[in-house]
T-cell receptor, first 118, second 109 residues
Framework: DTGVSQDPRHKITKRGQNVTFRCDPI?????LYWYRQTLGQGPEFLTY????????KSRLLSDRFSAERPKGSFSTLEIQRTEQGDSAMYLC????????????????FGPGTRLTVL | AQRVTQPEKLLSVFKGAPVELKCNYSYSGSPELFWYVQYSRQRLQLLLRHISRESIKGFTADLNKGETSFHLKKPFAQEGDSAMYYC???????????FGAGTILRVKS
């Protein structure tokens, strides 16, 4: 297991097109997070899953964005009708939360998918 | 509102000089505070967290609840410390992370 992987690493699309990104978390990590990072800013939270359940969505996640984690393993983030403002780095992270231990679950980040909308 | 502020975009120091990267936060409750680092062409990784109270690569950070600060310090900077540093917070059980805008640390020889 080499860590969190994301595909593709780069995506260039035209305004109005749909795009889909994939994230493969570290094996057996039950939590998966999506963040977006624009130039000069830190990552901003979009949404997260515990297993297959989507537990929280940011207001940044407009109705054009949808995320899924159907089997509690990999996740996809789809952006419909892309806009130039969607251009950003999309980061995925995963962690293992043991509720019995109530311990902090370190988030491990993937390399990101850089989206450019022309 | 949850917010993390890193007032410096860039901090440039000479090798061997002390380093202090500033971080202030606002959070209602008891947050967990972290420093993440991103070296050139590498992914974001955890450097340290306040609960562990450990020193990593010579860096330490003390949580000051009175001043709502979590500054990152190192007594003697090394060229390998050059990177982007992000301060972040989360609630209990480590849900979403809220990041600051980041500070570029440049260590000059």
């Amino acid at each position: 297991d080499t860590g969190v992987s994301q595909d593709p690493r780069h995506k260039i699309t035209k305004r109005g097109q749909n795009v889909t990104f994939r994230c493969d978390p570290i094996s057996e990590h039950n939590r998966l997070y999506w963040y977006r990072q624009t130039l000069g800013q830190g990552p901003e939270f979009l949404t997260y899953f515990q297993n297959e359940a989507q537990l929280e969505k940011s207001r940044l996640l407009s109705d054009r964005f949808s995320a899924e984690r159907p089997k509690g393993s990999f996740s996809t983030l789809e952006i419909q009708r892309t806009e130039q403002g969607d251009s950003a780095m999309y980061l995925c992270a995963s962690s293992f939360l043991d509720l019995r231990a109530s311990s902090y679950n370190e988030q491990f980040f993937g390399p990101g998918t850089r989206l450019t909308v022309l | 509102a949850q917010r993390v502020t890193q007032p410096e975009k860039l901090l440039s120091v000479f090798k061997g000089a002390p380093v202090e990267l500033k971080c202030n936060y606002s959070y209602s409750g008891s947050p967990e505070l972290f420093w993440y680092v991103q070296y050139s062409r590498q992914r974001l990784q955890l450097l340290l967290r306040h609960i562990s109270r450990e020193s990593i690569k010579g860096f330490t950070a003390d949580l000051n609840k009175g001043e709502t600060s979590f500054h990152l310090k190192k007594p003697f900077a090394q060229e390998g410390d050059s990177a982007m540093y992000y301060c972040a917070l989360s609630g209990r059980y480590g849900n979403k992370l809220v990041f600051g805008a980041g500070t570029i640390l440049r260590v000059k020889s």
